[in-house]
């Protein structure tokens, strides 16, 4: 089992900045992927930023240039570091993350955290 807990939401004019951040726990597990999704109002949920184990990373369109996604091996961290938000990047952030145990690969999310981006 692998545990994550995110921090870093709130509430941001547009044009500012937001960090958010991802910490996995648990035992005898190895990281495959990281990464962070949103669910807007109404929406699906939808990848924003992803991170593979050797260190490749995917965005979304709509954040790319804007958005970075850097992972920490050592302390299975991961962050997400928002620059200039819009206000259509409002939602709940979730942590994701892609983990070996033993020989299965397993899927876990975080509880989600508000970002908020006011005009």
């Known amino acids: 089992q692998v545990h994550l807990v995110e921090s870093g939401g709130g509430l941001v004019q547009a044009g500012g900045s937001l960090r958010l951040s991802c910490a996995a726990s648990?035992?005898?597990?190895?990281?495959?992927?990281m990464g962070w999704y949103r669910q807007a109002p109404g929406k699906q949920r939808e990848l924003v930023a992803r991170?593979?184990?050797?260190?490749?990373?995917n965005y979304a369109d709509s954040v790319k240039g804007r958005f970075t996604i850097s992972k920490d091996n050592a302390k299975n961290t991961v962050d997400l570091q928002m620059n200039s938000l819009k206000p259509e990047d409002t939602a709940v952030y979730y942590c994701?993350?892609?983990?070996?145990?033993?020989?299965?690969?397993?899927?876990?999310w975080g509880q989600g955290t508000q970002v908020t981006v006011s005009s």
């Open positions: 994701h993350v892609d983990a070996k145990i033993g020989a299965y690969s397993y899927q876990y």
């Open positions: 648990g035992s005898a597990f190895s990281i495959n992927v």
């Open positions: 991170i593979t184990g050797g260190g490749s990373t």
